[in-house]
């Protein structure tokens, strides 16, 4: 059985992170090793995290300098073969998800391996289904990437890589990608199906002004890639991300309901 290291990384997280722990306890043939990095918290969320402590295999409480440095810290610590990241306001999509990724993981002898993800909003209602199919070696020129939260890896080959470059405030997730996806012997297989339920208001859905600095991001991180970019490319990813939100109001209308 694959061993699969899972990073949480919280700060004042108690309104939601029962739900994250409960969604990683609920996942089925599958080891996983539950990697809690909490930056600090006041407001509880240590408490709930010692409930559940017979399920988190490690628990750092303390300072940190951002969400990539948290990602960083969960990282060095991971001894699974394999290493995602599940954040406190988000939840596996059902039981069998990491299982399934495993699966094709082993079959296809991928160095990775990645599904889709559904943004949820307050009342885990469908808003935009980010699908991981298109190809990352030919989307990283348009700023489009597999979705992180979907995202599971060989965790000598993220070390390798040099974990996320903590330069990047929004965009060290793309970052990590195009190092990875530039690598020609990199191979990673898309499983098709919603993998994680991501509750809106993150750093990646912070309206107009979070999406123009991330956007100046992947346009720096591409450059420093070697990857032939223009700003206009980049920007050329929004029609896309439109449909995602078409997909997933589509999805509320069809009368989709989350897991409990």
Known sequence: ?????????????????ERTLRSIRSQKDVAIEHIVIDGGSTDGTLAILERHRDTIAHLVSEPDTGLYDAMNKGL???????????????????PDVIEGLMRVATRTGSDAVYGDVL???????????IKGAAMPARGLRRGLMPPHPAFYARTHILRAAGGFDTS?????????????????????????????????????????KGT??????ILRSCRANGIDVTRWSVLSRYPLKAREVIN????RLGGWVAPQ
């Open 1 to 17: 059985m694959t061993r699969v290291s899972v990073i949480t990384v919280c700060l004042n997280a108690a309104a939601t992170i």
């Open 76 to 94: 060095a610590l991971a001894t699974g073969e394999f290493v995602g990241f599940l954040n406190a306001d988000d939840a596996f999509a059902a």
């Open 119 to 129: 943004q949820v909003d307050a009342y885990d209602r469908a808003s935009r289904l």
């Open 168 to 208: 990047y405030r929004r965009a060290a997730d793309f970052d990590l990608m195009a190092r990875l996806f530039r690598d020609p012997g990199f191979r990673a297989a898309h499983r098709p199906g919603v993998v994680t339920l991501m509750r809106l208001g993150g750093l990646s859905t912070q309206g107009v």
């Open 212 to 217: 123009y600095a991330a956007s100046l991001e």
């Open 248 to 251: 997933g109001r589509l999805m």
